[in-house]
Nanobody
């Protein structure tokens, strides 16, 4: 399985972006997925997570009410809609997959994921 992120870029404070994570492989739609971010000089942190079927989601406190994670299993794609962006949201954003076929729920820790994308840069600046 390979994960490819897209949709990053430069946006002004208060603006919006939608990130996409396309997963290859027949069983990609059965993976629990997560979005993480890593700012310069900081550790990688969870942003949002979604269960295999998309019925359960998790958001880190800094993004609650502004970001929305979703998935379209028919397209093997996970999305992160980001609204009300702030300069502190500036980071490289990574999607990750937990390939354990028995996983249920959402996962918020880095070590729980075993496949990572290459990342896409989001810069929020005026």
């Amino acid at each position: 399985v390979q994960l490819v992120e897209s949709g990053g870029g430069l946006v002004q404070p208060g603006g919006s972006l939608r990130l996409s994570c396309a997963a290859s492989g027949r069983t990609a739609s059965s993976y629990a997925m997560g979005w993480f971010r890593q700012a310069l000089g900081k550790e990688r942190e969870i942003v949002a997570a979604i269960s295999r079927g998309g019925t359960m989601t998790y958001y880190a406190d800094p993004v609650k009410g502004r970001f929305t994670i979703s998935r379209d299993n028919s397209k093997n794609t996970v999305y992160l809609q980001m609204n009300g962006l702030k300069p502190e949201d500036t980071a490289a954003y990574y999607c990750a997959a937990k390939t354990n076929p028995f996983s249920s729920g959402t996962y918020s820790r880095l070590y729980e994921y075993d496949i990572w994308g290459q990342g896409t840069q989001v810069t929020v600046s005026s």
